[in-house]
Nanobody
Framework: QVQPVESGGGLVQAGDSLRLSCTAS????????VGWFRQAPGKERDFVAT????????VYADSVKGRFTISRDKAENTVSLQMNSLKPEDTAVYYC????????????????WGQGTQVTVSS
């Protein structure tokens, strides 16, 4: 079993940067693909970015492409989401999720989910 845990959320101003981290409890992220999703108030949970176990493949939602970067640090058993040029529209609860399958941009693919971390971007 995998229990992802998110951290790094907070309150920032538009244009600032923030780095989220996802770590696994119970077991390592080895051989597991990891994705980030977010849910804004009153809206559905949306795909943000994903990375394969090797870190060689990444996919981003159009809304964050060019601003967000997902990466994996195997030594620290961590997957990070670097968020630059943040906008108020990025305000949401961000979730880390893990799966052994695909396709990686679909929410239904992921079996294990964290509790989420709040990101708030003010103007």
């Amino acid at each position: 079993q995998v229990q992802p845990v998110e951290s790094g959320g907070g309150l920032v101003q538009a244009g600032d940067s923030l780095r989220l981290s996802c770590t696994a409890s119970t077991r390592t992220f080895s051989n597991i693909n990891v994705g980030w999703f977010r849910q804004a108030p009153g809206k559905e949970r949306d795909f943000v970015a994903t990375i394969t176990w090797s870190g060689a493949e990444t996919v981003y939602a159009d809304s964050v492409k060019g601003r967000f970067t997902i990466s994996r640090d195997k030594a620290e058993n961590t997957v990070s989401l670097q968020m630059n040029s943040l906008k108020p529209e990025d305000t949401a609860v961000y979730y880390c999720a893990a799966t052994t399958g695909g396709p990686l941009d679909r929410e239904s693919t992921y079996e294990y989910w964290g509790q989420g971390t709040q990101v708030t971007v003010s103007s």
